[in-house]
């Protein structure tokens, strides 16, 4: 079992920056793609970045390229989401999630361990 804690979730402003980290609470990311979804009130949840086992490959929702880069780091069990050039349509709950399968996958419906989400909130 994995268990996934979000955090580094604000309040920002247009343009602003943001750091999202994702660590294994318990159990490891060994062997494991990591994901980071995002939802917003009235929303599905929606893919946003996704990196592979043990990283090298990523990819990325056309939404948020360019602007999101998405990173691991192995020895300590995290996972990060730098976002740039934030807009208040990136405004969601962000999750992230582990998948078994290594490669980077945007279904959602492939990731078997979730986060509790963190907030973001971007103003004008």
């Known amino acids: 079992q994995v268990q996934l804690v979000e955090s580094g979730g604000a309040l920002v402003q247009t343009g602003g920056s943001l750091r999202l980290s994702c660590a294994a609470a318990a159990g490891t990311f060994t062997s494991y793609g990591v994901g980071w979804f995002r939802q917003a009130p009235g929303k599905e949840r929606e893919f946003v970045a996704a990196?592979?086992?043990?990283?090298?490959?990523?990819a990325y929702a056309d939404s948020v390229k360019g602007r999101f880069t998405i990173s691991r780091d192995n020895a300590k069990n995290t996972v990060y989401l730098q976002m740039n050039s934030l807009k208040p349509e990136d405004t969601a709950v962000y999750y992230c999630?582990?998948?078994?399968?290594?490669?980077?996958?945007?279904?959602?419906?492939?990731?078997?361990?979730w986060g509790q989400g963190t907030q973001v909130t971007v103003s004008s």
């Open positions: 990196v592979s086992w043990p990283g090298g490959s990523t």
């Open positions: 999630a582990a998948a078994r399968y290594g490669s980077t996958q945007s279904n959602r419906n492939r990731y078997e361990y």
